[in-house]
């Protein structure tokens, strides 16, 4: 897979945070989950957590506001000064809570261990080899205290996306960008590379008063189908306490397409 290919994959979708934080903002059962989950992890003293892939703060926010310590680290610039800009409407005592580190996953250093480390939502599909996946997993290690927890989800890969044709344009609803507060005709094209393993959405902004008005943003995630995690988290040492279907706590099985995991 073209390099190229992947970075844009791993950036364009997060060059306009505005637009993130629109297209998920109904996205809440997931906060909801990691808060509870990481404060039965930490107990009654809230000890720092560190958020791998941070983004604009969507679960690291809520962690703060309950008095939760982050760290959070991220390689996109926008998303962090998009975190930083809504911090600064947070109160003193939430602001002093969080810490943004601009980094890379896969290498990222900080020289502190965590009781919990926490990747929300499908970030690691944005690791997109083993070698890769290995990489990011030693960072978990490097930061975690002995008994600590990696808590995570990924995608479930989905055959009716993977067969997607990928000559299809698919239409979505318009949307306002809040960048430019301009219409746009929204449409995906979606691929699958059987070999790599490697899903690429291709999203298209056409301006509704203005065709030329045209941008398109590339998402690639590598699809890590359950066993096959499962493995690599084995032979990277970790032991995978509980893996859940959603975020309710039901066992995964095949009607699910969230795989969360709590390792140590
Ligand atoms: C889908 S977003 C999730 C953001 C946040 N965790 C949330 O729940 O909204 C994926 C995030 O991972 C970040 N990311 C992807 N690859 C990364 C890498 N190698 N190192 C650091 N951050 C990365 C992206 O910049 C993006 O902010």
């Known amino acids: 897979m073209d390099p190229h290919h992947l970075k844009a994959g791993s950036e364009t979708h997060y060059e306009d945070p505005g637009y993130y934080d629109q297209a998920y903002r109904r996205r809440r059962e997931d906060v909801r989950f990691y808060v509870a989950r990481v404060r039965s992890e930490l107990g009654k003293r809230p000890k720092p957590v560190l958020e791998l892939g941070v983004g604009t ?3 690291a926010l809520a962690l703060a506001r309950e008095g939760i310590p982050v ?9 962090l000064d998009r975190f930083a800009e809504r911090l600064e409407r947070e109160p003193k ?19 502190e261990t965590f009781r919990v480390v926490t ?18 997993l030693g960072t978990v290690r490097r930061h975690l205290t002995g008994r600590g927890r990696f808590l995570f989800d990924v995608r ?9 044709d990928p000559d299809k344009v698919y239409k979505g609803r318009d949307v306002t960008l809040p960048s430019t507060g301009r219409r746009y005709h929204y449409r995906e094209r979606w691929d699958y ?4 393993q490697i899903q690429t959405v291709e999203m298209a902004f056409v301006g509704v008063d203005d065709p030329t008005d045209f941008h398109m943003q590339l998402l690639t ?25 959603d975020f309710e706590g039901e066992p995964l099985d095949e009607s699910h397409d969230t795989q969360v995991y709590l390792c140590r």
């Open 119 to 136: 990747a929300p939502f499908h970030v690691l599909n944005h690791c997109y080899s083993r070698e890769q996946m290995a990489d990011a």
């Open 71 to 79: 760290v959070g680290v991220d390689a996109m610039q926008p998303m």
């Open 193 to 196: 590379d059987t070999v790599s």
């Open 221 to 245: 995630h590598r699809c890590w189908y359950p066993a096959e995690l499962g493995a690599l988290l084995h032979y990277e040492g970790f032991r995978v306490l509980q893996r859940w279907g």
């Open 93 to 111: 005592s939430v602001r002093s809570k969080v810490t943004l580190v601009r980094g890379d996953l896969e290498r990222v250093d900080l020289g």
């Open 156 to 164: 479930v890969p989905n055959p009716d996306e993977l067969r997607r």
């Open 57 to 59: 703060g969507r679960v």
